[in-house]
């Protein structure tokens, strides 16, 4: 299914079809504030084990993300951090950022890796957040890469349907997406690290 919704009002109703798709175990492809992303629900196993297969990774290998409404939304699924991490997270989400945290209990088995983290998101865009504040679920993500040897990311809905249409259950369609991942800060050391630079600076102070 191509499902195309408006980037900056999407549709009521196709927000609820969408969010139907990822209770019902589905996998989609949506956008975001960077690149275009493979998703799930979190609270899905199976839909969690179909992300793996497209990915060709193996479940408990996997290090995904998860995309969030809010800090509200996400804190349940952190452990505690300390003030000064916590005003690095307010001054930079939402937006083009992914935090690696520490993971706290309530984040699903199936989720949990040997490292205890979990990465963070909370993209600043409008199609991301509609379906995320419907679901009242976290969802689970990984860019989409491209096998082209010039754009590590793919950014034309119509190309990404062509291709995984049949693989996945949505394609969600808001018109062509960024070519720039997001950035990958790590706050689970002493000293935070960027250990990728994407799309934007890392507001700091």
């Known amino acids: 299914m191509l499902l195309k919704l408006h980037s900056d009002n999407p549709s009521d109703r196709h927000v609820r079809q969408i969010c139907q798709i990822l209770e019902d175990n589905g996998v989609i492809v949506f956008p975001t504030d960077t ?17 793996c297969r497209l990915r060709q990774i193996k479940p408990k290998k996997a290090v995904f993300s998860m995309i969030c409404a809010d800090m509200i939304q996400a804190s349940p699924y952190l ?3 300390s003030t000064p991490n916590f005003r690095v997270l307010n001054k930079n989400l939402p937006g083009p950022f992914t935090f690696v945290l ?13 490292r205890k983290t ?19 679920s976290p969802l689970i993500t990984t860019s989409l ?4 040897e010039i754009l590590e990311y793919h950014i034309e809905p119509e190309e990404i349907y062509a291709e995984y249409g049949k ?25 935070m690290e960027v250990i990728r630079q994407g799309k934007w600076e890392l507001t700091r102070t």
Do not use: W
Not at 102 to 114: E, T, Y
Not at 120 to 131: G, K, N, S, W, Y
Not at 167 to 191: A, H, I, K, N, Q
């Open 167 to 191: 693989l996945v259950d949505c394609v969600v369609d808001s018109g062509t997406g960024d070519f720039y991942p997001s950035t990958v800060v790590d706050l689970t050391t002493v000293e």
């Open 35 to 51: 690149v275009y992303a493979l998703a799930c629900s979190m609270q899905s196993k199976k839909a969690f084990e179909k992300l």
């Open 118 to 136: 979990i990465g963070l998101r909370i993209p600043d865009h409008p199609v991301t957040q509609a379906i995320v504040q419907h679901l009242k």
């Open 79 to 81: 452990t505690q951090m």
């Open 145 to 148: 890469r491209s096998d082209d």
């Open 102 to 114: 520490h993971s706290g209990r309530a984040l699903p088995s199936h989720m949990r890796n040997g």
